[in-house]
Nanobody, 124 residues
Framework: VQLQASGGGLVQPGGSLRLSCAAS????????TGWFRQAPGKEREFVAA????????IYVDSVKGRFTISRDNAKNTVYLQMASLKPEDTAVYYC??????????????????WGQGTQVTVSS
């Protein structure tokens, strides 16, 4: 499975961005997927994940109500819609996928496939 993240950029506080993660390879529809982020000097942080079978979602508390993860299996793509962005959301954002049939996780060690990362900068 190969993942390609895109959609990052520079946005003012309060603005919105939508990240996309396009997947190639087999069994994407049966893989739980997630988004993580890493700011300079900080550890990689879980942001959101979506369960492969029923589309259930989980979020880190700091983005609840502002970010929405979704997926389009027909397009083999996962999205992260980000709204009301704050300077503390600035980071490189990574998409990740798990082995087929696994439940989602907040732990990055549980994900086997990673995209290359896309930079999100929130600044005025």
């Amino acid at each position: 499975v190969q993942l390609q993240a895109s959609g990052g950029g520079l946005v003012q506080p309060g603005g919105s961005l939508r990240l996309s993660c396009a997947a190639s390879g087999s069994s994407f529809s049966s893989r739980s997927t997630g988004w993580f982020r890493q700011a300079p000097g900080k550890e990689r942080e879980f942001v959101a994940a979506i369960l492969w079978n029923d589309g259930s979602t989980i979020y880190v508390d700091s983005v609840k109500g502002r970010f929405t993860i979704s997926r389009d299996n027909a397009k083999n793509t996962v999205y992260l819609q980000m709204a009301s962005l704050k300077p503390e959301d600035t980071a490189v954002y990574y998409c990740a996928a798990m082995r087929a049939g696994q439940a989602y996780s907040r732990e990055y060690t549980q994900y086997d496939y990673w995209g290359q990362g896309t930079q999100v900068t929130v600044s005025s």
